[in-house]
């Protein structure tokens, strides 16, 4: 299986961290937007998506490239790191799910898990989440990406 992650790791290098812990399992290349080929995309069997969530929303710079790609088709999962937990009701992922149907992907599901946060209130106290992602969040991020590889991807 070809599988390629595309990912916008700004602040901490938290959202790298669960890719490479992800791209690990699925034997993917990690890159960012401006790194990533269309052709590649286009030719590989699975593409993740992620980044940190900033104001309730993924990186803009990952969001402008899924709008960029042709409509096609293929396999897509999509995660991210927050100082907060998705809110069932209104999760961050669901967006940029949304625009990957819209290109034709089959979003197989999305992974998401707290991260160490400066966002500047925090910033007064340091942060909060400052183990995170941990241990448990990798091996979260790896399981999931494993359920990909056998085909039974899972919303975690």
């Known amino acids: 299986m070809k599988a390629v992650i595309v990912c916008v790791s700004v602040s901490h290098g938290n959202t ?4 490479d812990s992800m791209a690990q399992v699925l034997g ?3 890159v960012s937007p401006e790194q990533a080929d269309l052709t590649e995309l286009a ?10 969530v900033f104001y309730s929303r993924l990186h803009p710079r990952l969001t402008e490239l899924v709008k960029a790609l042709p409509s096609g088709r293929g396999r897509a999962f999509v995660f991210a790191t927050s100082g907060f937990p998705e ?3 209104l999760p961050f ?9 819209g290109k034709g992907f089959e979003v197989d599901g999305s992974f998401s898990c707290r991260a160490f946060d400066t966002w500047t209130p925090f910033k007064l ?9 941990n241990i448990g969040d ?3 991020a790896r399981a999931f990406a494993g359920r990909l590889r056998d085909g039974r991807g899972l919303v975690s």
């Open 16 to 19: 790298r961290r669960v890719a």
């Open 28 to 30: 993917a290349k990690v």
């Open 43 to 52: 030719e590989s069997d699975l593409v993740g998506f992620g980044s940190g």
């Open 87 to 89: 809110i069932p009701l």
């Open 93 to 101: 992922t669901r967006p940029l799910v949304q625009l990957l149907e």
């Open 125 to 133: 106290v340091g942060g909060i989440n400052k183990q995170r992602p």
């Open 138 to 140: 990798l091996a979260a």
